[in-house]
């Protein structure tokens, strides 16, 4: 496990894994009532050209410098990836889909990421470990998919399920592309860049013609500003931040948290699921539960940091023992 940084005050660590974990949780409830009464991609534009105008004002008034167009050329990529093929897929098949189980099925993009990240980028082979919570994510998304009450929607679940794979592509692509030093900069940037596309696809689709402001509940729009202040600005600030000063694999047990928090905060809500269901999301959690920790076990093992890993260590042993 990482050791948080001395610079790195516990109380901000502890405050930022709740954000991520409970703010992303109930984005996937927000966006919910949200579609009541607002067109799902004027939900997303207003979400990401609000987000992104307040995070790139915080990375310029902190001393960001100007991206170039090459940098605006990536902006637009990863946007229209992470956030707008991502974002629209998921909200369309919120439509149909519970946003307990939603949340489940997006859950299962550690298992992509896996997935992607050794057939297109030749990273490591997945592990024992990794292999089996391939292998148990994909049975929970199956038995999700045949559930007694004759399963949930299938359109609106593959729609989920897409949008979690184009999340893993974004995030493996985003580490070859040219991207500002600041990482509040290439967010808000990325964020921006969507929420424009969001802005013309809603146009085209005719949604400003039909939507009435008026008709908008109060429910619907707090739901929209929870999305913008709590999970785009709020929550997302707090993982980049807890990513420089933390482990990548302690950070992303949000994966396997939101599902959690988004089932226990729909329940509430009034949503419900039969038994099926529940032993599936434990499945798909139990899976990317897996993999995570046994990336991080990986990662460990091969860490060169104090030549304290597992390999250095044998390493240094063999040369000792030719040495004596």
Known sequence: MAVTRPNAPV??????????YFLWGGSFL???FSLETIPPLMISCIRFICAGIILMAVAWQTGAKKPTWAQWRSAAILGFLMFFAANSTLVKGEETVPSGLAATLYATLPLWMAVLGWLWQGEKRPTGRSLVGLVLGFAGVVLMFGSDSGGINLVGG????????????????SRRVDKPESSALASGMNVFCSGIMFLIASTLSGEPSHFVIAAVSMKSALSVGYLIIGSSVIAFSCYMWLLSVESPNR?????YVN???????????????NARELLAALVIVVAVALITSAHARSTAEDSPIAEGGVRSRLKALAGWGKAN
Do not use: D, H, K, N
Request: glycine share 8%.
């Open 259 to 273: 599902p959690v928090v988004a089932l226990l905060i729909g329940a509430v809500a009034g949503e419900t699921l």
């Open 158 to 173: 593959l729609l989920v399920l897409g949008s979690a794979i184009f999340w893993a592509v974004g995030s493996l692509l």
């Open 30 to 32: 927000a966006i919910r």
């Open 11 to 20: 109380w901000r660590v502890v405050i930022s894994f709740i954000a991520i």
């Open 251 to 255: 950070v992303s047990t949000y994966a």
